[in-house]
């Protein structure tokens, strides 16, 4: 049997707006969520639950400043693997503590990460003897951060 798509749910203007008030303030309760949305509380936390049951929420997080987390050197390295590999691949370099997103991707190169380390020694090291070492990354382009912002 053929493996189905997934498919997508519908959201309308109100679980949009639900969306955009936690995505600025994933701690909001869900009282001010009701509030900033127009809606009754009890009808926001119905939405909220359909939104997470239908996993088009699929968790909270907390936003950070990699600079004073200790980050200062970051860059969007791009990894060329060989043909078939990336099943075995993408558990391991989730595994990378200094790698922040992994994304396959379409066009000259087969993966993007986002790399931040403590400074460009400790970026130098990632790219160099982690992932250049691993058998399956025939090769890596570094494009380094020199500033970055959360839209």
Known sequence: MPE???TTTELDETDRAIIDALAQDGRASVSAIATTVHISR???YQRIARLREREVITGFTVRTDP?????RSSA???LKLRQHSWRELQATLRRIPEVHHVALVGG???VIL???ATDNTAL???VFEVLQAMPEVMDTQTHLIFEDSET
Do not use: I, P, Q, S
């Open 4 to 6: 189905r798509a997934e």
């Open 42 to 44: 009890a009808h926001a």
């Open 67 to 71: 600079a004073k987390m200790g980050l």
């Open 76 to 78: 969007y390295v791009t």
């Open 108 to 110: 000259t190169f087969d």
């Open 114 to 116: 986002l790399v931040r």
């Open 124 to 126: 130098r090291r990632v």
